[in-house]
């Protein structure tokens, strides 16, 4: 089974949302709400704010960057051990 990198609030059906469009587009931009959209019972598609898509897009980016994630496993270590992030003279 995959794991769901975003809860999903709520489902509707691809014929409810059609009629139900733009109040559910209020629902996402007040709530932040994740929806949904069925057919057949079977999910098809999601409805999310920009906002929340922006935020997955850049968090898959940073997942998806070797690199940067090495940096974040130095850096937790360095935590983890109490080592300096920074060291004071590299300071401005």
């Given at each position: 089974m995959r794991r769901r990198a975003v809860e999903i609030d709520s489902y509707v059906p691809v014929t409810k949302a059609k009629a139900l469009f733009l109040d559910m587009i209020r629902m996402i931009d007040d709530q932040e709400?994740?929806?949904?959209?069925?057919?057949?019972?079977v999910p098809r598609a999601i409805l999310m704010s920009m906002e929340q898509y922006e935020g997955m897009r850049e968090t898959m980016?940073?997942?998806?960057?070797t690199?940067?994630?090495r940096q974040i496993r130095d850096s937790q270590q360095?935590?983890?051990?109490?080592?300096?992030?920074?060291?004071?003279?590299?300071?401005p």
């Open positions: 709400n994740t929806i949904a959209i069925t057919k057949n019972g980016m940073v997942l998806g960057d690199e940067m994630m360095a935590i983890k051990d109490r080592k300096p992030l920074i060291e004071l003279e590299d300071l």
